[in-house]
């Protein structure tokens, strides 16, 4: 279905007197033009921009048809909603007729303005409905399907390839795929692959759900014979706590719309075709056993997936019947996002090459190597310039009849900055080597740049980071050694995910996972999909912390109502570990574990002590309890989130009472993490804590001269809790320095991705320290989040001038429209460009003496004077704020 189509009904207007409003950026389900959804009332939004101050809707009327043409002709037989009197513009829920499944659905939108004037409508959007219309389809519904799962019998370790040929009498008006796969799968008609993703489909828990994913094939089929093939990959299939039958499965059917109406509908079954492919998983897909690839160049077969192929002499494949929740894929598709050039090639000795791909990343590599036929060159991965591949990381090419060949990932991917490459004859040229980054296709929408070169490459490197452990649907803690999806190391991570990224449909996704891992005793394991891996209370309660994180970013009540239970099951099993109001420890030696290595700490015995620890976890638990209070209030349920207020509070106090020094106003230890936290999750009473804050800043400022202390949790929680005090002054010092511990240490020896501890000693990608991220959106340019009014409707801007720094520019996309916070210092005054968006309003906080220092032409109005700062309340627009500071 051309977009051409989509685009032809664009002009027509609700009325004819227009708004000075424009609608774009349609979305359903954070998705722009998705296939397969498989939610029965899916949530549509947009965005409405105009360049006058003030501007808003204030009604808005949907047309949802079953036809473009029909929606071209304003005719809405899905659902017409009626001019209906709002101002919202987001996760609007589908009120027409029920979707069936498989259906296309084309819409379109049109707003009125503050003045009640129309605007144009909208360019047209699309969204497809999925096998099911529900995420939680049972074993018996995927039963009725009439495709079968197929795969090898498991007579060869390749990964193989299958194939059906079949004849059409005429191209198909419309074509749809909908694939599943244990493992990863590529498609292809007739020789071409189908769309730019790779590595699909996201990684689930295969031990209970597989994702499908749904394709338009339409332009790639023809009258007479076709061919449909499948290049199928072991991947994760093979992780043992997902081995349903240790071996890369695929379930699909394909509804051909035909001239005339008729609709025929194709499907894997027992007569497809199967032949052992050119690569190979290297490794065993399990921690330290990841591996890579072989690529064998001798095993090429040109043609193999077009119509002209003869495929006599291939096998039958064989099904089989896993029982598996099957659920559409909800989240954008991995894709080939940066490309890498090599900086260099030495030679360290004759056959032996070591490439510098110029930066540390996980993705794919792509080389045309040449040596002895048939000889087998080996490629080793590592961070380490010296070559060492701590983490096994290793593929293979062996070369054709010629002694050439090409190693292309296809199935698995590497991570490191340096390859090492054993057994050619010949130095690759740097133009024959290329690297590809690949992360889920998500939006970049946030960035930020400022007058202070390090806190630059810091937060440069901060994203590069993220986005080499957030591929497969959930974020890693690193991408070679574990790849698991720690809860724990999410606290680092999702909030500066938030603001650089839209992370709508991603997170959605992990939430569901983390739904899934849950235990019947309501207890949860620390990573997600992936089950396996330690932590404690502060990994588990990711699933609370994560959700509400996202709600406050995009005002989703969904992800609440339907994470809630999970919540209440969680903060019921924490309730079974504890004693006095408080936990007592549990588990085994990888369990309730607290901050995760801070400085002078590692992984094994030289922990944090069980005291600290204590002291921690009862504070996490504190604020778990009081998120799903609040929580509870916004879902309707006053009863339970009184009942969730008094718990805390009886954690409150025991915690204080047994955790407090008054003899120096600190807790436990007395380092960074133990003062921070109590005071952002209410522990410290209201008298004591300008003393435990007075505290905080002396061990930060004084005892650590102006450096951290803590470990990955501790460091999360240090940022957000100075970060809502506005003390931007001590993050400044702390990320400024360059000698240990810091992020500015790890640039000054060479960084160019984040590292799993502060000493560079083990992994040198890894999630644990980006929570400084969101501080340069959120501290430096200052745009942050209005509690009572999430998903940015209303925010304010409050910059944080602090430092050396002369001038700041954050920008975010948020999913009301472009924010911009752009501030210099300069003639002693200074200058703040502040952009709010169509339909939404702002506080913004303008450094001054009071507020006749301040000019700005019209539309402001002044609320008080709060800490050095004029208070201004506006409306969207562009301002121009000048001060004497």
Same mark, same amino acid.
């Given at each position: 279905m051309t977009k051409a189509?989509?685009?032809?009904?664009?002009?027509?207007?609700?009325?004819?007197?227009?708004? $000075?409003?424009?609608?774009?950026?349609?979305?359903?389900?954070?998705? %722009?033009?998705?296939?397969?959804?498989?939610?029965?009332?899916?949530?549509?939004?947009?965005?409405?921009?105009?360049?006058?101050?003030?501007?808003?809707?204030?009604?808005?009327?949907?047309?949802? $048809?079953?036809?473009?043409?029909?929606?071209?002709?304003?005719?809405?037989?899905?659902?017409?909603?009626?001019? *209906?009197?709002?101002?919202?513009?987001?996760?609007?829920?589908?009120?027409?007729?029920?979707?069936?499944?498989?259906?296309?659905?084309? @819409?379109?939108?049109?707003?009125?303005?503050?003045?009640?004037?129309? !605007?144009?409508?909208?360019?047209?959007?699309?969204?497809?409905?999925?096998?099911?219309?529900?995420?939680?389809? !049972?074993?018996?519904?995927?039963?009725?399907?009439?495709?079968?799962?197929?795969?090898?019998?498991?007579?060869?370790?390749?990964?193989?390839?299958?194939?059906? !040929?079949?004849?059409?009498?005429?191209?198909?008006?419309? $074509?749809?795929?909908?694939?599943a796969s244990l493992g990863y799968h590529e498609l292809f008609v007739n020789g071409q692959k189908v769309d730019d993703s790779v590595l699909s489909p996201s990684i689930s828990d295969l031990s209970q759900r597989a994702r499908y994913t749904a394709y338009d094939i339409t332009p790639y089929l023809n009258p007479g014979t076709n061919t449909i093939a499948f290049w199928l990959g072991s991947g994760w299939s093979k992780f043992p706590l997902f081995a349903v039958t240790n071996k890369p499965l695929v379930l699909a059917e394909f509804d051909l719309k035909l001239p005339g109406g008729e609709t025929t509908t194709l499907a894997t079954d027992g007569s497809w075709k199967i032949h052992p492919s050119s690569s190979t998983l290297v490794g065993e897909w399990r921690q330290g056993q990841y591996g890579g690839e072989h690529v064998d160049a001798r095993k090429t077969m040109p043609g193999w997936n077009t119509a002209g192929f003869d495929d006599s002499t291939w096998a039958l494949v064989k099904t089989y019947d896993p029982k598996l929740k099957l659920s559409a894929e909800k989240i954008e598709p991995n894709r080939k996002m940066t490309t890498l050039e090599p900086v260099a090639i030495d030679e360290l000795k004759p056959g032996v090459y070591r490439v510098d791909m110029g930066r540390n990343f996980a993705g794919w590599t792509e080389m045309a190597l040449t040596g002895e036929p048939g000889a087998t060159v080996e490629l080793s991965f590592s961070e380490h310039e010296n070559g060492e591949n701590k983490f096994r990381i290793h593929s293979a090419c062996t070369l054709d009849d010629q002694g050439m060949g090409v190693f292309r990932n296809r199935f698995n991917y590497s991570a490191g900055r340096w390859i090492t490459i054993s057994g050619t004859t010949q130095k690759p040229a740097l133009a024959d080597i290329k690297g590809y980054q690949i992360h889920n296709a998500y939006q970049r929408v946030g960035r930020f740049k400022c007058s202070n070169p390090l806190l630059n490459q810091i937060y440069d490197t901060t994203l590069w980071t993220y986005e080499s452990l957030s591929l497969g649907g959930y974020v890693v803690d690193c991408p070679h050694r574990e790849r698991l999806g720690y809860g724990g190391d999410a606290h680092a991570t999702m909030e500066t995910a938030l603001n650089s990224y839209g992370m709508g449909a991603f997170f959605t996704k992990w939430i569901e996972d983390w739904r899934d891992v849950q235990k019947p005793d309501g207890d949860?394991?620390?990573?997600?999909?992936?089950?396996?891996?330690?932590?404690?209370?502060? /990994?588990?309660?990711?699933?609370?912390?994560?959700? /509400?994180?996202?709600?406050?970013?995009?005002?989703?009540?969904?992800?609440?109502?339907?994470?809630?239970?999970?919540?209440?099951?969680?903060?019921?099993?924490?309730?079974?570990?504890?004693?006095?109001?408080?936990?007592?420890?549990?588990?085994?030696?990888?369990?309730?574990?607290?901050?995760?290595?801070?400085?002078?700490?590692?992984?094994?015995?030289?922990?944090?002590?069980?005291?600290?620890?204590?002291?921690?976890?009862?504070?996490?638990?504190?604020?778990?309890?009081?998120?799903?209070?609040?929580?509870?209030?916004?879902?309707?349920?006053?009863?339970?989130? $009184?009942?969730?207020?008094?718990?805390?509070?009886?954690?409150?106090?025991?915690?204080?009472?047994?955790?407090?020094?008054?003899?120096?106003?600190?807790?436990?230890?007395?380092?960074?993490?133990?003062?921070?936290?109590?005071?952002?999750?209410?522990?410290?009473?209201?008298?004591?804590?300008?003393?435990?804050?007075?505290?905080?800043?002396?061990?930060?400022?004084?005892?650590?001269?102006? *450096?951290?202390?803590?470990?990955?949790?501790?460091?999360?929680?240090?940022?957000?809790?100075?970060?809502?005090?506005?003390?931007?002054?001590?993050?400044?010092?702390?990320?400024?320095?360059?000698?240990?511990?810091?992020?500015?240490?790890?640039?000054?020896?060479?960084?160019?991705?984040? /590292?799993?501890?502060?000493?560079?000693?083990?992994?040198?990608?890894?999630?644990?320290?980006?929570?400084?991220?969101? @501080?340069?959106?959120?501290?430096?340019?200052?745009?942050?989040? %209005?509690?009572?009014?999430?998903?940015?409707?209303?925010?304010?801007?409050?910059?944080?001038?602090?430092?050396?720094?002369?001038?700041?520019?954050?920008?975010?996309?948020?999913? *009301?429209?472009?924010?911009?916070?752009?501030?210099?210092?300069?003639?002693?005054?200074?200058?703040?460009?502040?952009?709010?968006?169509?339909?939404?309003?702002?506080?913004?906080?303008?450094?001054?003496?009071?507020?006749?220092?301040?000019?700005?032409?019209?539309?402001?109005?002044?609320?008080?004077m709060e800490n050095n700062c004029a208070v201004f309340e506006v409306e969207s627009g562009s301002y121009r704020f000048v001060a004497q500071p």
């Open positions: 189509i989509l685009l032809a009904g664009m002009a027509i207007c609700c009325g004819s007197a227009m708004a $000075a409003v424009e609608i774009t950026t349609l979305r359903c389900e954070y998705l %722009d033009h998705p296939l397969g959804i498989d939610v029965p009332h899916p949530r549509l939004g947009w965005i409405v921009k105009s360049d006058a101050r003030g501007e808003k809707q204030t009604a808005y009327r949907i047309l949802v $048809a079953s036809s473009a043409k029909n929606l071209q002709e304003d005719r809405g037989d899905l659902w017409d909603s009626g001019q *209906h009197m709002s101002d919202q513009t987001i996760h609007i829920a589908y009120e027409g007729k029920d979707l069936q499944p498989r259906t296309r659905c084309f @819409w379109k939108v049109c707003v009125w303005d503050k003045d009640g004037k129309p !605007s144009p409508w909208s360019e047209p959007a699309m969204w497809s409905t999925g096998l099911f219309m529900t995420s939680e389809p !049972s074993p018996e519904m995927v039963a009725e399907l009439k495709a079968r799962w197929i795969g090898s019998d498991g007579s060869f370790a390749e990964d193989p390839w299958l194939r059906k !040929s079949f004849v059409l009498a005429d191209r198909p008006d419309d $074509a749809l795929a909908y694939v949860l394991p620390y990573t997600a999909p992936t089950h396996t891996g330690g932590g404690g209370p502060a /990994w588990s309660g990711i699933c609370v912390t994560l959700p /509400w994180a996202t709600y406050e970013r995009y005002a989703d009540l969904r992800i609440l109502e339907e994470t809630y239970p999970t919540m209440q099951r969680w903060i019921a099993f924490l309730d079974t570990h504890a004693t006095s109001n408080m936990l007592v420890k549990w588990g085994g030696n990888w369990d309730f574990l607290g901050d995760w290595v801070p400085p002078g700490k590692d992984q094994r015995k030289n922990r944090v002590d069980e005291y600290d620890t204590l002291f921690f976890n009862n504070c996490y638990y504190l604020y778990n309890v009081e998120l799903v209070a609040g929580i509870a209030d916004l879902l309707g349920k006053p009863a339970e989130a $009184a009942a969730y207020r008094k718990r805390a509070e009886d954690i409150r106090q025991a915690v204080h009472a047994k955790f407090f020094n008054p003899a120096d106003n600190t807790y436990a230890s007395g380092d960074q993490l133990y003062l921070a936290l109590p005071l952002l999750v209410g522990v410290t009473p209201a008298e004591l804590r300008p003393a435990v804050m007075k505290a905080l800043e002396d061990k930060i400022m004084v005892a650590k001269n102006g *450096h951290l202390d803590t470990g990955i949790h501790g460091t999360y929680f240090l940022i957000k809790l100075l970060t809502e005090m506005d003390r931007n002054d001590l993050i400044f010092a702390m990320a400024s320095k360059t000698d240990y511990p810091g992020w500015g240490y790890m640039m000054a020896n060479g960084a160019t991705t984040i /590292w799993e501890q502060w000493d560079g000693k083990s992994s040198l990608l890894h999630s644990s320290f980006l929570c400084i991220g969101a @501080w340069f959106i959120e501290g430096v340019a200052g745009i942050q989040l %209005d509690d009572l009014q999430p998903g940015y409707k209303h925010f304010i801007i409050k910059p944080g001038i602090v430092g050396d720094l002369t001038w700041a520019r954050g920008e975010m996309d948020s999913i *009301h429209g472009k924010i911009v916070s752009d501030w210099k210092i300069e003639d002693g005054r200074i200058f703040m460009d502040v952009t709010v968006p169509a339909n939404t309003s702002a506080t913004i906080y303008v450094p001054a003496k009071q507020a006749t220092d301040v000019t700005e032409s019209t539309g402001i109005r002044f609320q008080r």
